[in-house]
């Protein structure tokens, strides 16, 4: 079963850069895609990014586009996630799920294989 673990959350400053980290373990597969998602207190899980690990299209949340990239490692089942400019609004656990594609992107539903989250918070 495929196992998933976030890392690389902390607290920056407003402007900030930061570079999660999404390792995949387990029963790991090109024929995937993973995306992040994050979720505030009070709110719901957003998708802030998709990659296909079969074609390596990419998506994006309108609130990250031009701050964010999501890149991948195969030698190191890793996926990445690179947040710039970062405003007080990232504050969230981010999370990365897994599913077949990236169509079901940017509702969590079809997502799967949550790992536990990383905590970003962006503070002065």
């Known amino acids: 079963q495929l ?14 850069s930061l570079r999660l980290s999404c ?9 995937y895609a993973i995306a992040w998602f994050r979720q505030s207190p009070g709110n719901k899980r957003e998708g802030v990014s998709c990659l296909s690990l079969r074609d390596f299209k990419t998506n994006y949340a309108d609130s990250v586009k031009g701050r964010a990239t999501i890149s991948g490692d195969s030698a190191r089942n890793t996926v990445y996630l690179q947040l710039n400019n970062l405003q007080i609004e990232d504050t969230a656990v981010y999370y990365c799920g897994a599913d077949w594609d ?4 940017p509702v969590s539903l079809t997502f799967a294989f949550w790992g ?8 002065s």
């Open 3 to 16: 196992q998933l673990v976030e890392s690389g959350g902390a607290l920056v400053q407003p402007g900030g």
């Open 23 to 31: 390792a995949a373990s387990g029963s790991t597969s090109e024929n």
């Open 102 to 105: 990236c169509s079901g992107f």
């Open 116 to 123: 536990p989250g990383t905590q970003v918070n962006v503070s």
